[in-house]
């Protein structure tokens, strides 16, 4: 470990306070693959410190009113839009997504947080006579302790889907960031020192061992997840069975639908907007797109744009980002090859030595470009394994029914998208897609609060 590089310390009680363990990981830049930081695999000695922080402030924290405890988020969310670019930059070095990318990130974190500041409204309870003389009461209660554990690809968003509720409704908060982006909440822990009282948000850095330890804690009441399918399965039946509550979201495969009547060149562009964005990293990319009938222009277009897109990290709208790592560059390179393999057609091969190769020859990092594959089957790997990359199989379907077929054959259920231009093909879709979030003629159909 060199000792010009800063060593990451646990948040704990408002105080920086380092790991019992001396093992560490480095964390790199994927622009370029250098090390910029260590980060320390804290034991659950660590964890078990932080979940007695966070317990011994909760008494005082949850006896709080909804609306003294918003005094305090509003200032949090105050410090941390003041402090908006030295975040986003922290995101463009840890993550590799590109300016916009990352100011993005950081925007819809503060979103929820701006939710959270509406509980006084939103959060309270019902008194009702049910009978003559008998008065019923419902309200919502702090639980204690909650645990979380996030992904690496949005460094500050997906914390912040969870932090500011669990806080604003009295609750104490234990997170577990990502080891290969640990600076960006390191830093919001720095700024919310002055501002949250000590325990009520702890932060403990590390990898399996931490995130366990979290999971099997006893002071831990709630856990939220975000992660791969296989983990949060393992995540959501060990917390329930040790009685906890927990919110575990796993992985994705989402399905766009071109009907013959789109708007090629609305669609060509959202397609790419969506499969390439955030280098595809992102639960609510694009995957596949089911082309209804022959449409050979709407496929063109979605080619030539994608292969107009630059390596980079500015905010221009054509600079994609790198990948988080070499292990990611490695799997989108074997899905890619896998899929011609299995007798795909590559219509735009990422992994040739363009502009992103160049890229990655000149500065090193973890630079892929996008891929567009054109398969036969609805059966080839491409077509239901998470690549999670800036890929996008094409697959031309005779029908509308083949295609709900097709997508609701889907064993992911993160979002759907239909193209068309008519309202009667727009409402039949969504009624029958078997996805949770549903678009049209919009790729990433992320909802906003107060939306699930």
Not at 77 to 92: G, I, M, R
Not at 154 to 176: E, Q
Not at 198 to 211: E, F, Q, R, S
Request: net charge negative; glycine share 8%.
């Amino acid at each position: 470990m060199s000792h010009d590089l800063p060593l990451l310390k646990n948040f704990i009680g408002n105080q920086a306070q380092a790991a019992s363990s001396p093992s560490t990981l480095a964390v790199t830049t994927p622009h370029t693959g250098e090390t910029i930081a260590y980060v320390p695999l804290s034991t659950a000695a660590d964890v078990d410190q932080a979940v007695a922080s966070a317990k011994a402030a909760f008494p005082q924290w949850s006896s709080l009113t909804y609306k003294a405890r918003t005094v305090y988020l509003l200032a949090l969310y105050n410090e941390l839009k003041s402090h908006l670019d030295e975040l986003s930059d922290l995101v463009v070095r840890e993550h590799g997504k590109n300016k916009t990318e990352a100011i993005g990130d950081i925007s819809k974190g503060l979103e929820t947080l701006e939710y959270a500041l509406s509980l006084p409204q939103i959060a309270q309870g019902k008194n009702e006579y049910v009978s003559t003389g008998i008065l019923c009461r419902d309200e919502r209660v702090p639980l204690g302790v909650v645990g979380g554990i996030v992904p690496f690809n949005f460094p500050f968003m997906v914390p912040f889907w969870a932090i500011p509720i669990a806080l604003g409704m009295g609750n104490t908060y234990v997170l577990k960031p990502s080891e290969k982006v640990p600076l960006t909440m390191t830093r919001v822990a720095e700024l919310a020192q002055g501002i949250l009282p000590p325990g009520v948000l702890n932060i403990v850095h590390g990898g399996k061992d931490a995130a366990a330890a979290l999971v099997e804690h006893p002071g831990v009441v709630a856990l939220t997840f975000v992660g791969t399918s296989a983990i949060a399965e393992q995540v959501y039946w060990r917390g329930t069975r040790l009685n906890k509550r927990v919110l575990a979201l796993g992985g994705a495969k989402n399905c766009l639908v071109a009907l013959p009547d789109c708007d090629v060149e609305l669609t060509a562009q959202d397609v790419v907007n969506s499969f390439t964005g955030c280098a595809g990293e992102r639960c609510m990319a694009a995957s596949v797109l089911l082309v209804v009938g022959d449409q050979p222009e709407l496929i063109s277009q979605i080619v030539s744009k994608a292969s107009q897109l630059k390596p980079g990290s500015d905010s221009d709208a054509r600079a994609m980002g790198p990948v988080i790592d070499q292990q990611a560059v490695d799997r989108i390179n074997e899905a890619v090859a896998g899929a011609a393999a299995e007798g795909a057609e590559i219509l735009l091969d990422g992994r040739a030595s363009g502009a992103f190769g160049v890229q990655k020859q000149e500065t090193g990092g973890f630079w892929v470009g996008p891929s567009v594959i054109r398969h036969t089957s609805a059966d080839d790997t491409a077509m239901h394994f998470e690549i999670f990359g800036p890929v996008l199989s094409i697959l031309q379907v005779a029908s509308a029914e083949e295609a709900l077929a097709v997508e609701n054959g889907n064993a992911y259920g993160n979002a759907a998208c239909v193209y068309t231009q008519s309202g009667a093909a727009a409402e039949h879709f969504s009624q029958r897609f078997q996805a949770a979030m549903i678009g049209v003629n919009i790729g990433v159909p992320v909802p906003r609060e107060p939306f699930s």
